[in-house]
């Protein structure tokens, strides 16, 4: 039995999927962009005879496009038939610049180090003597279970007016203290660091050197008969430069010229 | 430019971090600005753009005295303020009629743009027939030699490529491929016809031209392609333009370092998605190798081999 008639009728019932093109086309799959270099029909002047052209010309395009990501290799979700897309060719400009690493804070070195890793701590902290969660710190909080209790033993060596409660609770907030001047120290060397090039130390010098010299100018001598720091720095001003006594006429004439100039303003 | 604004509750601190540089970055927006004098084509086509990038857009459409040309700070204060990195601009004037900027900006900062001249605009509403959902990835097909032969061109089709491309995507619906847009490029030359190359880009003319795509039956596993019409169309002509610069080209297409895939060696993928694994031994010791154990290959103490 010959089966050419049969699969040649079939044929004949659609239209053909594939198009003849003399140069191959720019397929940028990941993009879903194709561009067709061969050159296209000049018939630009008659209006319906260039839309006709654009949309032929368009769908062979198409047609070819549509033909390549049929061949992705496909994956079924729920939503249909997905094709996977291929990384893009054609560059395209971010809209941002590759983000910066930013410099670790003594605290993040240090863990660096240590191998600490992050881990989440909850706010509510289980009472063993209720049978309660309370919160770590803040209102009620656990870090003020000690000092709040209903009695609290003194210590034998302790003076006749000492308060055991106010103690304690200055010496935790000594803690939050000493905590935040941590904080704002890391975050000062964080910012430095960023300003120049990681040497916070060396920056800071040269900040406190400016600072110094600065102040030197507030009082009338200029610092002259002050009281002189440890490793103060040697400030250098520049000299004065005192005219020549002997000139010519000519240069001493344009001097007293410009000095009139200065005053009438002509 | 705005600014640098330090956050004081969590909120806006969450708001500032979704447009901070990111190495997987979002989605571009598009401010799509309506000039301060606009005339009806140019109105219906900035309608058209905004639904065609619906819902990547911001729209402006109060009257905007910002001339990109002249004075770039209000469009990039604009883009700042929206966190949106394309433009276009539309606006009419006596000297400029039926006028439309195209841009982009990279890092707050103008990176290229392109003015042009609109004419035989026919709007979606004006043609009748099927239109696309909102906010489908449309396929895009260039056409004419001239988008490579000009490098200004290229830049221009890159930026095409850039506005109208949408939301990034790694997987598309194969079924969902309705929308095409199509720009073709052709050199307008009325004195020699074999012309094939010119710097003045005032001489190319742009065919835009957007159609809904039906996939039909074809007896094969590949769908046979029908095009119809659905909007808009128009025609632009090039009237100034600013490119890039190299260092900022350079700059813009940087690929972050956690993006680039590590070569491994000796590991290999077959057509199967079969793992292949080439492994290096170093050579053999053939002295030391175990083999059968025969007694007549045993070494034996000298003294007892008589």
């Given at each position: 039995?010959?089966?050419?008639?049969?699969?040649?009728?079939?044929?004949?019932?659609?239209?053909?999927?594939?198009?003849?093109?003399?140069?191959?086309?720019?397929?940028?799959?990941?993009?879903m962009?194709?561009?067709?270099?061969?050159?296209?029909?000049?018939?630009?002047?008659?209006?319906?005879?260039?839309?006709?052209?654009?949309?032929?010309?368009?769908?062979?395009?198409?047609?070819?496009?549509?033909?390549?990501?049929?061949?992705?290799?496909?994956?079924?979700?729920?939503?249909?038939?997905?094709?996977?897309?291929?990384?893009?060719?054609?560059?395209i400009?971010?809209e941002?610049?590759?983000?910066?690493?930013?410099?670790?804070?003594?605290?993040?070195?240090?863990?660096?180090?240590?191998?600490?890793?992050?881990?989440?701590?909850?706010?509510?902290?289980?009472?063993?003597?209720?049978?309660?969660?309370?919160?770590?710190?803040?209102?009620?909080?656990?870090?003020?279970?000690?000092?709040?209790?209903?009695?609290?033993?003194?210590?034998?060596?302790?003076?006749?007016?000492?308060?055991?409660?106010?103690?304690?609770?200055?010496?935790?907030?000594?803690?939050?203290?000493?905590?935040?001047?941590?904080?704002?120290?890391?975050?000062?060397?964080?910012?430095?660091?960023?300003?120049?090039?990681?040497?916070?130390?060396?920056?800071?010098?040269?900040?406190?050197?400016?600072?110094?010299?600065?102040?030197?100018?507030?009082?009338?001598?200029?610092?002259?008969?002050?009281?002189?720091?440890?490793?103060?720095?040697?400030?250098?001003?520049?000299?004065?430069?005192?005219?020549?006594?002997?000139?010519?006429?000519?240069?001493?004439?344009?001097?007293?010229?410009?000095?009139?100039?200065?005053?009438?303003?002509? | 430019?705005?600014?640098?604004?330090?956050?004081?509750?969590?909120?806006?601190?969450?708001?500032?971090?979704?447009?901070?540089?990111?190495?997987?970055?979002n989605p571009k927006k598009t401010l799509v600005v309506r000039?301060?004098?606009?005339?009806?084509?140019?109105q219906n086509l900035l309608k058209d753009l905004l639904s065609i990038k619906k819902p990547l857009v911001v729209n402006l459409s109060?009257?905007?005295?910002?001339?990109?040309?002249?004075?770039?700070?209000?469009?990039?204060?604009l883009g700042?303020?929206n966190d949106a990195s394309l433009f276009t601009i539309g606006?009419?004037?006596?000297?400029?009629?039926?006028?439309l900027v195209i841009g982009r900006l990279?890092?707050?900062?103008?990176?290229?743009?392109?003015?042009?001249?609109?004419?035989?605009?026919?709007s979606i509403?004006?043609?009748?027939?099927?239109t696309c959902s909102a906010g489908i990835k449309p396929l895009i097909?260039?056409?004419?030699?001239?988008?490579?032969?000009?490098?200004?061109?290229?830049?221009?089709?890159?930026l095409f490529t850039d506005f109208f491309q949408g939301e990034k995507a790694?997987?598309?619906?194969?079924?969902?491929?309705e929308h095409v847009i199509?720009i073709?490029?052709?050199?307008?030359?009325?004195?020699?016809?074999?012309?094939?190359?010119?710097?003045?880009?005032?001489?190319?003319?742009?065919?835009f031209?957007s159609?809904?795509?039906?996939?039909?039956?074809?007896?094969?596993?590949?769908?046979?392609?029908?095009?119809?019409?659905m909007g808009p169309?128009f025609?632009?002509?090039?009237?100034?333009?600013?490119?890039?610069?190299?260092?900022?080209?350079?700059?813009?297409?940087?690929?972050?370092?956690?993006?680039?895939?590590?070569?491994?060696?000796?590991?290999?993928?077959?057509?199967?998605?079969?793992?292949?694994?080439?492994?290096?031994?170093?050579?053999?010791?053939?002295?030391?190798?175990?083999?059968?154990?025969?007694?007549?290959?045993?070494?034996?103490?000298?003294?007892?081999?008589?």
């Open positions: 039995m010959d089966v050419s008639e049969v699969l040649k009728k079939n044929e004949a019932k659609y239209k053909p999927v594939t198009v003849e093109k003399a140069l191959p086309l720019n397929f940028d799959l990941g993009l962009t194709v561009y067709d270099c061969n050159l296209f029909e000049k018939d630009f002047n008659k209006k319906k005879v260039l839309e006709k052209n654009l949309l032929k010309n368009t769908r062979d395009i198409t047609q070819l496009l549509v033909n390549q990501l049929f061949g992705l290799p496909t994956e079924t979700t729920d939503e249909g038939v997905m094709g996977t897309l291929p990384k893009p060719i054609e560059s400009p971010r941002k610049p590759v983000p910066k690493d930013k410099p670790l804070t003594r605290w993040e070195k240090f863990a660096k180090v240590k191998g600490i890793q992050k881990r989440k701590k909850t706010r509510m902290v289980y009472d063993e003597s209720t049978g309660d969660l309370k919160p770590t710190w803040g209102y009620k909080g656990m870090n003020k279970k000690e000092e709040s209790e209903w009695l609290i033993p003194i210590p034998a060596n302790a003076g006749p007016d000492h308060d055991v409660r106010k103690d304690m609770e200055n010496k935790r907030k000594e803690r939050v203290e000493k905590n935040t001047k941590r904080r704002t120290r890391n975050m000062e060397e964080a910012a430095a660091g960023t300003a120049v090039g990681k040497n916070s130390k060396a920056f800071r010098k040269a900040q406190l050197k400016q600072t110094i010299i600065l102040s030197k100018t507030s009082t009338a001598s200029l610092g002259k008969f002050d009281k002189k720091l440890e490793g103060e720095p040697k400030i250098k001003r520049a000299k004065r430069k005192t005219e020549s006594v002997t000139r010519s006429a000519l240069e001493e004439r344009e001097i007293n010229k410009s000095i009139l100039k200065k005053i009438t303003g002509i | 430019m705005l600014p640098t604004i330090k956050p004081k509750t969590a909120r806006s601190k969450r708001a500032l971090e979704k447009r901070e540089p990111k190495v997987i970055e000039g301060s004098q606009t005339s009806l084509v140019i109060k009257r905007n005295e910002i001339h990109p040309f002249d004075d770039e700070t209000k469009i990039e204060f700042t303020k606006s009419h004037s006596k000297k400029r009629p039926n006028n990279f890092d707050h900062k103008l990176f290229d743009m392109f003015e042009f001249e609109v004419s035989n605009f026919l509403e004006q043609i009748k027939g099927p097909v260039f056409a004419g030699e001239h988008f490579t032969l000009n490098p200004a061109l290229t830049k221009l089709k890159n790694d997987a598309v619906c194969l079924t969902g491929l199509s073709t490029v052709e050199l307008i030359d009325p004195k020699n016809t074999t012309l094939t190359f010119t710097e003045d880009l005032s001489n190319y003319k742009f065919y031209r159609y809904h795509t039906s996939l039909l039956k074809s007896g094969q596993k590949l769908p046979r392609v029908e095009l119809e019409n169309f025609d632009l002509v090039v009237r100034r333009y600013k490119t890039a610069s190299d260092e900022a080209w350079k700059l813009s297409t940087r690929i972050p370092k956690e993006l680039f895939i590590k070569k491994t060696k000796n590991i290999s993928h077959d057509e199967f998605g079969n793992k292949l694994g080439r492994v290096h031994v170093g050579t053999q010791d053939i002295q030391k190798i175990q083999t059968r154990k025969v007694k007549a290959l045993k070494k034996k103490p000298l003294h007892t081999i008589e």
